[in-house]
């Protein structure tokens, strides 16, 4: 069954760090490339970050660039998301995609995980 | 970065009444749109992807069209199930961007 479970979400004081983890299973997360898409309570959708899938250098937004890295383990399955300097905007649920179709540039996201809360409080 | 507004922001409707949304880019995406339904408590979900084409397995009652900058999404009959959030998702460019998102009820 093609899977993606995101975890090391949780509550974290204004200015600290946290690392969140995506597990592949059901297909190999080396030939794909993957992103990360964060939706604070109650709001709309925002892309984060990608990584290719040689776990080259990523792209960033603009919101959480110099802040947020990814990284990847293609031996693991695993791709993580590195998050330093949190704020409280940066409260949301936090989602890891593959990208399925490309325009050449980026595409679409043919499967989500199930989201691991961030919460960004003192 | 291409903005993606999406209308309306909320829609209700009959079961079995046709629905429309509408999603309009900034700039030309050509036809590098997708559009996700998202239920309540639960990930988006694939629909369909380059502007028209279905995703396996998603009922045939959803269409999409368009290219360019104007794009609609269609449900040909609704039905309770489909009562989500949907929302549009450019990826011409290297920094995608998704619509604001449409509210769909039952009336």
């Known amino acids: 069954q093609v899977q993606l479970v995101e975890s090391g979400g949780g509550v974290v004081q204004p200015g600290g760090s946290l690392r969140l983890s995506c597990a592949a299973s059901g297909f190999p997360l080396s030939i794909y490339v993957m992103h990360w898409v964060r939706q604070a309570p109650g709001k709309g959708l925002e892309w984060m970050a990608v990584?290719?899938?040689?776990?080259?250098?990523?792209n960033y937004a603009d919101s959480v660039k110099g802040r947020f890295t990814v990284s990847r383990d293609n031996s693991k399955n695993t791709q993580y998301l590195q998050m330093d300097s949190l704020t409280a905007e940066d409260t949301a649920i936090y989602y890891c995609a593959r990208e399925g179709h490309s325009s050449g540039k980026c595409g679409d996201f043919d499967i989500w995980g199930q989201g691991t809360m961030v919460s960004v409080s003192s | 970065d291409i903005q993606m507004t999406q209308s309306p922001s909320t829609l209700s409707a009959s079961v079995g009444e046709r629905v429309t949304i509408t999603c309009r880019a900034s700039?030309?995406?050509?036809?590098?749109l997708a559009w996700y339904q998202q239920k309540p408590g639960t990930a988006p979900e694939l629909l369909i992807h380059q502007a028209s084409t279905l995703k396996i397995g998603v009922p045939s009652r959803f269409s999409g069209s368009g290219s360019g900058t104007e794009f609609t999404l269609t449900i040909s009959s609704l039905q309770p199930d489909d009562v989500a959030i949907y929302y549009c998702?450019?990826?011409?460019?290297?920094?995608?961007?998704f619509g604001q998102g449409t509210k769909v009820e039952i009336k």
């Open positions: 998702q450019q990826y011409h460019s290297y920094s995608p961007t």
């Open positions: 990584i290719p899938s040689d776990g080259s250098s990523g």
């Open positions: 700039h030309s995406i050509n036809s590098w």
